[in-house]
């Protein structure tokens, strides 16, 4: 276990998200699924109160709340991708049975939880001692929803 390890609040369905989250990404799963020993504000005695999982080798809890939580992009998640193709799947998958997309590789799942999906070779751009592509990558970024690779490395080299 991390000595750090984020808490995502959910209404009840932490162990779902957990597995859900966990089919996305190589080096996960869940780790354990602790039950209630007695009720509780949000729920009766033996409902899942906590599941420890493990996303690509990082820890996370997920918590059983009862009540709903408010997220914002002041904390996220990021996923740094390998290509466009697991951009593409991510995104795509993440968004499935309600997510919502938002701007510059921003979304939010069906839980409401923020994520930024980013292709590798991005923040490499952006960090380029080519301070004019940098400018060009993040003007192009800037206009996007998901974040189109190929279309940020044209922007970058000025095409």
Not at 114 to 132: C, R
Not at 136 to 154: E, P
């Amino acid at each position: 276990m991390s000595k750090i390890s984020p808490c995502i609040w959910y209404v009840n369905e932490a162990e779902a998200a957990a597995r859900f989250y966990c089919s996305l990404l190589p080096n996960s799963s869940v780790d354990r699924v602790q039950r209630a020993p007695i009720d509780y504000p949000g729920g009766k005695a033996g409902d899942v109160l906590v599941v420890g999982f493990t996303l690509a080798g990082q820890s996370f809890i997920g918590l059983n709340g009862g009540s709903p939580a408010t997220f914002s992009t002041a904390v996220s998640f990021t996923i740094h991708c390998d290509d466009q193709a697991e951009v593409d799947r991510l995104w795509d998958t993440l968004l499935a049975h309600g997510g919502k997309a938002n701007a510059c590789g921003w979304l939010n799942d069906r839980w409401g939880v923020p994520w930024q999906i980013v292709p590798n070779g991005f923040t490499e751009m952006l960090a380029s001692e080519n301070g004019e592509g940098a400018k060009r990558a993040m003007t192009a970024m800037m206009g996007m929803v998901k974040l189109d690779l190929a279309a940020l490395k044209k922007a970058f080299d000025g095409g």
